[in-house]
């Protein structure tokens, strides 16, 4: 059975920095693709960044050169540092896992995701 558990959501301030996790169990990161997607209310669910099972990383417009995913392999974990927080990111985060992303294109597609968190949210203190 996979499972896709988020943490590290909060409280920030703009500015700020968090630290997103993804555990993943039933699958293995040498084999899926780990997108972060996020939902601000009543708007669509917006791919922010994806690690391949090769390694290769992709992000969103927005949020380059503020995020950085990453991973582990030996914790199975995957991780989405964010840095230089702004009241638009604060929102709930979510990961997804799929096997058929191994490139750029479409990895930002919440429909080519198979397997997904309950989400962690990020809020804003100020």
């Known amino acids: 059975q996979v499972q896709l558990v988020e943490s590290g959501g909060g409280l920030v301030q703009p500015g700020g920095s968090l630290r997103l996790s993804c555990a993943a169990s039933g699958l293995s990161l040498d084999y899926y693709a780990i997108g972060w997607f996020r939902q601000a209310p009543g708007k669509e669910r917006e791919g922010v960044a994806c690690?391949?099972?090769?390694?290769?990383?992709y992000y969103a417009d927005s949020v380059k050169g503020r995020f950085t995913i990453s991973r582990d392999n030996a914790k199975n974990t995957v991780y989405l540092q964010m840095n230089s927080l702004k009241p638009e990111d604060t929102t709930i985060y979510y990961c997804?896992?799929?096997?058929?992303?191994?490139?750029?294109?479409?990895?930002?597609?919440?429909?080519?995701?198979?397997?997904w968190g309950q989400g962690t949210q990020v809020t804003d203190s100020s």
């Open positions: 690690i391949t099972s090769e390694g290769r990383t």
């Open positions: 997804a896992g799929s096997q058929r992303i191994s490139g750029r294109w479409g990895w930002y597609l919440p429909s080519g995701y198979d397997y």
